[in-house]
């Protein structure tokens, strides 16, 4: 019955988020095509904009906090791929079309399966716990509360010169010029540290003789 | 030989004992059993015995004018400074101390070399380990003492060795220390002589004070100055038992002299101190040792008033009476020379105490050898009847022990006074003790008469004291029919250097105030009380009874114990030394010491109170009214023999019936007086009494108050303690260091080493640092937010 | 209806990085630690892509800069949970208290 649940749960989220994907994606789109000009922004000004970033906030919330809060480590990766997902519906949102693609295909394909895969090769049973004190927990929670806190004061006195560029200049071209361009030396860095990860993981996961 | 050759062949001798002591001590487990004796026997007595040899040929060959030079001039070294009184350690240089010198290194070597024989046959081993090196360093050691007691000039220097000889004393009558007795033994000779170390100690420090001076010659010299003044001692009024000062440093030198040789009250030592080996009870208790104390007394003549001497004069008889009879009853062995030795000893102090110093040393120096004699027989029988020391159980000894009985008889013969009224036909104690009683006779019949008449005739000039002959022709004329006074010189030596008595030397007006003239001395000096003169007569009537007894229960009769007589035999090693002191027995009774002693007299004995008397008397008569006294003294052994072969002839039978008749007397005799018994009760338990009373007053009155104190010291220092520092002091310091603990387990609590408490660590960090800016930027300043963030 | 703004974006970011921080620390499963990581590196990712929407017009900075958070977000992922596996073939748990061979 607890395994029934959290099937459900899980793929309630997923209906979700692929729904609001598809959505925001068909409307942000729209939305370039539509306004090709500096105006408020992409996804600015429509009712349904505020209602989507309140929707995947609003998942993203609770997906990380049912991060924090569960006990059970599948659980959690359940609710990770929610936060990643809903992650990557803000990116779109922020009409970072590459990036969120790249979140989806990256993260929720390719971390969320390993770190799965790392829960299967690592626990006897799935379900195992290992809790933690209870001065940690709330330790932990007072100083993230008051963090959290602290920041939003921040955040909402803090007056930003935000300026909304009306070239969603986030094509895939545009940043694949970037890439080979100004950011060659990064990206030459990020394969060969991508190389180098790549044989580490597996020498550290071979099979010890 | 001139210069300091003899007493550097003197001190040559002392040293080598020394030298042999050391050896000994390091080397001598090395040296193992024969040899360490035979080294004892060469170095620690035979170079001493060639140096004693030596020098008395030089000094036989030496006139007696060169013999005064070498006195006067003999060695003295500077050696410390006590106060004012500058302390010479040096050479005593004259006819006595060759003399004595040469008697002790020639007994003792003997002594040593019988030793050897001895030894040989005892068990040395005490839990596996030989001591046998350690007997023959103790008798080194004891070579050495004795034969610096003999040179030493000084007071001081005679006491140290005086108290060297008495711990060689010590160890050797312990030297079978793991037994019981010998224990005993050694702790009661040395204790009773302390006794008389305390009196000793006492005298010293008299002459110390009173006379200024420790130098044997200088005490005498500036003694005689004071009493011709009356200043120093002299002029004390301080008096004690009715003894002025002067008598009671006399008596107090003498103390020592009493413990040492063993008189009257601290006899009881001696017969204890047979427990040592026979050898050390020969040649320690009694040829040598014992001896020191009358030569002390000899040495310190000249520091006695006529007090001080009747004093030592009773002593003397007292002992030689009373131990005399102890020995009559005694059936150990030894423990009957012992008790001879006592009353021997007693004739000497009793000599010296009449005035008979010439007559007194040489009567120490026969009884030294036939003295040493006996108990070396003695210790031959013992050894030959299988450490059996009871003379009821010997008897017909004589077949199997020929050479052992006959010395052993010459000893008796000696010791008895053997010889021929009216001739010059006798042995030992027939010249030595005889004269003895000579002098103690005039002393206590004559002496008015003679006193007067010597005083009166001068008026009070010393000049009329009959003739005094010169030391060099009387010497050799021991039976010389004139009654001599010999009263020597006590001018400082350097005026002239007369052996004989000069008018001049004695004139009163030398010394000033005719009150204590010379010519007093004779009135000065008491008679002597009769008893005293009748009680060494009555002892030389038992002396020859009991060494009779002795000899005829060793030698005589029928073997009483067959296991006894079949296991006696002799060893040949043994008996030449009882042959040659047996010779030496004859030599010296004639010969040689009686010569030196005399002269050492003229040279040494400056008497100014009391005068040393030579009676040659028993020989020949001093006047027909009194020639009983020479057959009944010289034919005294003559009784004492016979009652001894009546009694002794036929077995112990009559012995025992005599025993039974006499019962209370020979009970008392037998407990010897119960003086140590009184010891006993007197002293060690007294002692104990004492110290019950002393632990009841420390139980009930000094642990007490103490305990009081205690509990109050307590209370205080539980308050101090427990309130004050405990919860004070120690609070505040605990508290600091607790609080220290605390605070480094806190911080180390931080410490978990685990990386999500690290996280949680840097982004509380991060949050400070948030909240940090909040409030320096304020909630309610946004413009400032912006101008911070704005790019 | 107000806009949505850059501060919106920040918020949720924050929400998100806090409790990343809550999961990292407060977990002791390794890969729940990775999973609190994770969620804090998206946290960095959403405030990199809002920043780059709302101050950076015209420049693609944020965007390029969170394509390498990504990247070094798979590869941290990758070798942290090679690392897990080793950890767990070695002690024979997951537990990171269990870990505990190198503390001093």
Known sequence: MFRHRSHIVTLAFLCVVAIGSAAFAGDSAADVVDHSGITHGAASGTWMEVVLFYMVAAVAVISALGVCFSKNIVRMAVWLFGALGSVALLYFMLAANFIAAIQLIVYAGGTLILLVFGVMLTSKSPWAKFEPRKIEIWGAAIVCGVLFICLSLLLTRAQFDTTISSVSGSSIADIGRALLTTYLVPFELAGVLLMIVMVGAAHLARQEK | ?791 | MEHIGLTHYLIVAAVLFCCGIFTMATKRNAIGILIGVELVLNSTGINLVAFDRYMGPGRLDGQIVAIFMIVLAAAETALAVGICINVYKNIATVDVDMASQLRG
């Open chain 2, 1 to 791: 030989m001139n210069g300091h050759t003899y007493e550097i062949f003197l001190a040559l001798g002392v040293l080598s004992p020394f030298i042999s002591f050391w050896l000994l001590v390091f080397f001598g487990p090395k040296l193992g059993k024969p040899w360490a004796g035979w080294c004892a026997v060469i170095l620690g007595m035979g170079v001493p015995l060639a140096m004693a040899s030596i020098v008395l040929w030089g000094w036989l060959g030496e006139d007696a004018a060169s013999r005064a030079m070498l006195t006067e001039h003999a060695f003295r070294y500077h050696w410390a400074n006590l106060g004012t009184v500058s302390i010479l350690v040096g050479v005593k240089l004259d006819s006595l101390t060759v003399a004595m010198y040469f008697m002790v290194t020639f007994i003792a070597f003997w002594i040593f070399f019988f030793s050897i024989g001895y030894m040989s046959g005892h068990s040395d081993e005490v839990a596996g380990k030989s001591k046998y090196h350690r007997f023959f360093a103790y008798l080194s050691l004891f070579a050495f003492s004795m034969l610096g007691l003999v040179l030493s000039s000084n007071l001081l220097f005679l006491f140290i060795f005086w108290e060297l000889v008495g711990l060689c004393s010590y160890l050797l009558i312990g030297y079978y220390f793991h037994e019981r007795v010998p224990q005993y033994a050694q702790m009661k000779a040395f204790i009773t002589n302390r006794v008389g170390d305390f009196g000793f100690i006492i005298g010293l420090m008299l002459v110390y004070f009173q006379l200024g001076t420790l130098d044997l010659d200088d005490a005498a010299r500036i003694f005689a100055e004071q009493y011709a003044a009356g200043t120093g001692i002299f002029a004390s009024s301080f008096t004690m038992f009715g003894w002025s000062l002067a008598t009671i440093m006399g008596v107090g030198l003498f103390c020592g002299a009493m413990g040492k040789s063993a008189q009257f009250p601290l006899h009881v030592w001696l017969p204890d101190a047979m427990a040592g080996p026979t050898p050390v009870s020969a040649l320690i208790h009694a040829a040598t040792m014992v001896a020191a104390g009358v030569y002390l007394v000899a040495r310190v003549f000249r520091l006695m008033t006529p007090e001080a001497l009747m004093f030592v004069a009773a002593i003397g008889c007292i002992t030689l009476f009373l131990m005399a009879l102890i020995a009559m009853v005694q059936t150990d062995i030894k423990k009957c020379l012992a008790y001879s030795t006592l009353s021997q000893l007693g004739y000497m102090i009793f000599g010296l105490g009449c005035g008979a110093w010439i007559a007194a040393l040489f009567h120490l120096i026969t009884h030294a050898f036939f003295k040493a004699m006996l108990f070396l027989g003695s210790g031959q029988v013992i050894e030959g009847c299988h450490h059996e020391q009871d003379m009821r159980k010997m008897g017909g000894l004589m077949k199997k022990m020929p050479v052992t009985g006959i010395t052993f008889l010459v000893g008796v013969l000696a010791i008895s006074g053997f010889g021929i009224a009216g001739t010059k036909i006798g042995l030992g104690g027939f010249f030595s003790k005889d004269e003895i009683l000579a002098v103690a006779w005039v002393r206590a019949f004559d002496w008015d008469d003679y006193s007067h008449h010597e005083a009166g005739a001068g008026g009070h000039h010393a000049s009329v004291i009959p003739p005094i002959p010169a030391a060099e022709d009387s010497s050799n004329d021991v039976f010389s029919s004139e009654k001599r006074i010999v009263l020597v010189s006590d001018q400082p030596h350097g005026d002239t250097h007369t052996t004989s008595v000069t008018p001049h030397g004695l004139k009163p007006s030398a010394h000033g105030g005719d009150a204590h003239g010379r010519a007093g001395i004779f009135s000065q000096t008491p008679t002597l009380p009769k008893w005293m003169f009748y009680l060494a007569l009555f002892t030389a009537y038992v002396t020859p009874f009991y060494m009779m007894r002795c000899w005829w229960m060793t030698f005589m009769g029928k073997p009483r114990d067959d296991h006894v007589h079949e296991h006696a035999h002799e060893s040949p090693m043994m008996f030449v030394p009882l042959v040659v002191l047996a010779i030496g027995t004859f030599v010296s009774s004639y010969f040689l010491f009686r010569d030196l002693i005399a002269d050492a007299a003229t040279q040494a004995t400056i008497a100014p109170l009391v005068m040393a008397t030579d009676g040659a008397i028993h020989t020949t008569a001093i006047n027909a009214a009194h020639s009983w006294l020479i057959y009944g003294v010289g034919g005294a052994f003559i009784v004492g023999f016979a009652i001894a072969i009546v009694i002794y002839g036929r077995g112990l039978g009559m012995a025992s019936r005599i025993k039974r008749i006499a019962g209370p007397l020979h009970t008392l005799l037998e407990n010897k007086y119960y003086i140590d018994d009184l010891y006993h009760l007197v002293w060690v338990k007294g002692c104990m009494a004492v110290a019950h009373i002393a632990r009841f007053f420390d139980t009930w009155v000094v642990d007490l108050i103490f305990n009081t104190l205690a509990k109050l010291t307590e209370r205080l220092a539980a308050f101090s303690g427990l309130v004050l520092d405990q919860h004070g002091v120690d609070g505040i310091y605990n508290g600091m260091a607790d609080t220290a603990i605390n605070v480094g387990d806190a911080m180390r609590r931080s410490q978990t080493g685990r990386i999500r408490n690290y996280v949680l660590f840097a982004v509380g960090g991060v949050t400070i640092i948030v909240v940090l800016m909040l409030a320096y930027w304020g909630v309610a300043s946004p413009e400032q937010t912006v101008a911070m963030l704005a790019p």
